[in-house]
């Protein structure tokens, strides 16, 4: 039979348990508590920036005119001519007229007249009336006059002289863009290392130089030697031949080497355009 002081240990060992299951729960009441609080002011704090940032989704239209965005600046016609001010030009010739329906039949002839001799080009607008468009637009604009002819190419697959840079220096151009119009007739030319396409713009090709998709703007290139590249650029006319007998002789002048290496840089034999004009 247990004595007193038994008992009254026994007693003190049993209170001491319930204190601390006490304190236990508690403890857990205290933790829970401020969890509570914590996800209710999260969720506060959330609702309150949704709110703020509530927007219309991607592709729909504001509906605050405040905060609609400003529209792109190209023409009306069937071109979309687009605005390109961060050209830097001193020559600011405007945008071409865009009709609804661009011209696409018949030719434009031009005569470069250079510091080498000439090079009459014939325009064809059935191959890229956009290009051709603007091309024009241009030459009357005597955006051509006094500009250089600021590379030329010698490689076994690329032999084009380029001009048309207002700078230059291969960054200058209109103040506005062209769209693409890709040739389709071209002959196929062979496959690059990762299997890309290629055509062989031929002899006497003219085309629109670019730095990608839609991005040409007043800088061509004279093909004087089949030339091996990507379909990416557009054919809008062609060189007669008392103009690649002009280029033949700049080639013959040479190179001097660019950054790009022996066969292509700047002509030996300057080149500018004295004069554009529409025969």
Request: charged fraction near 20%; hydrophobic fraction near 30%.
């Amino acid at each position: 039979m247990p004595s007193n002081e038994q008992r009254r240990q026994a007693a003190k060992r049993k209170l001491e348990r319930q204190l601390t299951r006490r304190a236990e729960r508690a403890k857990r009441r205290r933790i829970w508590g401020v969890s509570i609080t914590v996800m209710v002011v999260v969720a506060a704090v959330g609702l309150v920036y949704w709110l703020v940032n509530l927007g219309p989704e991607e592709g729909e239209a504001a509906t605050n005119p405040t905060d609609t965005p400003p529209a792109e600046n190209t023409t009306d016609g069937a071109c979309g001519f687009k605005e390109a001010p961060e050209e830097q030009s001193e020559k600011k010739p405007g945008l071409p007229e865009d009709p609804a329906e661009t011209p696409s039949t018949g030719t434009v002839k031009v005569l470069l007249k250079t510091s080498q001799g000439d090079i009459p080009v014939t325009l064809d607008r059935a191959k890229a009336p956009c290009t051709v468009q603007s091309i024009e637009h241009l030459v009357q604009s005597k955006f051509y006059d006094g500009t250089t002819c600021h590379r030329l190419t010698s490689s076994e697959g690329l032999k084009v002289l380029q001009c048309g840079d207002p700078l230059g220096t291969g960054g200058g151009g209109p103040g506005y863009t062209i769209p693409d119009e890709l040739p389709t007739d071209l002959k196929q030319g062979p496959a690059g290392p990762d299997g890309s396409p290629s055509v062989i713009y031929p002899r006497g090709a003219l085309a629109m130089a670019n730095a990608g998709p839609n991005t040409g703007g007043s800088q061509f290139f004279l093909v004087y030697g089949d030339s091996t590249l990507a379909p990416n650029y557009t054919v809008f006319g062609s060189v007669e031949a008392p103009g690649l007998a002009t280029i033949d002789k700049v080639a013959a002048g040479g190179i001097t080497p660019g950054p790009n290496g022996e066969q292509d840089g700047t002509p030996k034999l300057p080149v500018s355009i004295e004069t554009a004009a529409v025969q």
